[in-house]
């Protein structure tokens, strides 16, 4: 298992821009590929991006294409979502989660999840 921590969540104005880090623990992050997904109030668990192991393959929701970009540095057990061009819409806890198989877009193929950070942007 993998353990994930979000952080780098926050209010931020329309249009403005946000990191977000997930650390993990463990000697065997670069075996996995890592995802974003995203919950608003009322609804499901959204699907926002995923990076395959080595990160040479990247992955987004529609919703996000062309606004965030996914990236990892493996040295330091870490994924990060740049979030840029951020709407009101993006309002919702985002969580990262370490890929067991399956589709990248759903949450079932997914294991190990993280607590969430919170991401409020003000119109």
């Known amino acids: 298992q993998v353990q994930l921590v979000e952080s780098g969540g926050g209010l931020v104005q329309a249009g403005g821009s946000l990191r977000l880090s997930c650390a993990a623990s463990?000697?065997?992050?670069?075996?996995?590929?890592m995802g974003w997904f995203r919950q608003a109030p009322g609804r499901e668990r959204e699907f926002v991006a995923a990076?395959?192991?080595?990160?040479?393959?990247?992955y987004y929701g529609d919703s996000v294409k062309g606004r965030f970009i996914i990236s990892r540095d493996n040295a330091k057990n870490t994924v990060y979502l740049q979030m840029n061009s951020l709407k009101p819409e993006d309002t919702a806890v985002y969580y990262c989660?370490?890929?067991?198989?399956?589709?990248?877009?759903?949450?079932?193929?997914?294991?190990?999840w993280g607590q969430g950070t919170q991401v409020t942007v003000s119109s």
């Open positions: 989660a370490a890929r067991l198989s399956g589709s990248y877009y759903s949450t079932s193929g997914y294991r190990d």
């Open positions: 463990g000697r065997t992050f670069d075996r996995y590929s």
């Open positions: 990076i395959t192991w080595s990160g040479g393959s990247t």
